[in-house]
């Protein structure tokens, strides 16, 4: 079986546990992009490798990010112009009003997205010398939208659900991890660095945090990539191609 298949089942028991997941208010909508956008995620997917520098997590996605495209930090013009994928993308079965899936077609840019893979376009050159040190993975694929159509982190869910979420979630960061063999995992953002630690406590593998490139962050508006590339150096991890690790 092939790395790209095997984390095509991860994802996929993944989403099978998380399908029972209902709405809770103020949550009125959840949306899972890798089964609606499924031939998008697993094109993703095939840019995995084994022994990376470090497993890059993010927490989940973003309604104009992987929502639309089933890629993690999916901003639609990078996953069309530097990832190369433009697979067909269909829409969830219940669907917000105020935040409809178009799929490649969606003109909102998401700004997470945008520098995520602008910075590792511009410093990377091509998606394959990225790929050569990264690979890109959201600890939960759900969006949860509220009924004004706002984003709902997984932090912010109730208890009840929490809890179930976060232990499908942190296996399959333990089943990740195992298929990919990366020197160490990076959490972007303190969320995201958080479940990784839990998760792989009983791991002898180094969890780092960068900052998020998130938009309400004020930190990342101060300049978020030469931020994350200094982060990276000090870690030892390169922030640009032709950097050995």
């Known amino acids: 079986m092939s790395l790209q298949s095997e984390l095509s089942d991860v994802s996929s028991r993944l989403s099978d546990t998380l399908c029972d997941v209902a709405p809770v208010d103020p949550v009125t909508h959840i949306y899972d992009p890798t089964r609606y956008a499924v031939m998008a995620h697993r094109a993703f997917l095939a840019y995995a490798r084994i022994g990376i520098d470090a497993l890059l997590l993010g927490m989940n996605p973003g309604p104009w990010g992987m929502a639309q495209t089933g890629v993690p930090f999916g901003e639609v013009a990078a996953v069309r112009e530097f990832l190369g994928i433009n697979a067909e993308i269909g829409r969830p079965d219940y669907e917000h009003p105020k ?77 990740v991890v195992d298929l990919l063999q990366p020197r160490s995992v990076v959490g972007v953002g303190a969320f995201a660095s958080k479940r990784a630690r839990r998760a792989l406590a009983q791991r002898d593998l180094p969890v780092h945090q960068i900052l998020h490139p998130s938009p309400a962050s004020p930190a990342a508006n101060r300049g978020w990539q030469p931020q994350i590339e200094a982060q990276l150096e000090s870690l030892g991890l390169p922030a640009s191609a032709g950097v050995k690790s």
């Open 99 to 175: 935040r409809p899936v178009t799929g490649l077609f969606c003109t909102r840019s998401e700004v997470s997205g945008r520098r995520l893979w602008g910075w590792a376009q511009s410093n990377f050159g091509t998606c394959d010398a990225f790929f050569e040190h990264y690979f890109v993975w959201n600890w939960c694929p759900l969006a949860f939208l509220e009924e004004s159509g706002r984003n709902r982190t997984p932090d912010k869910l109730p208890p009840s659900t929490r809890q179930a979420i976060e232990d499908a979630c942190d296996q399959a960061i333990i089943d």
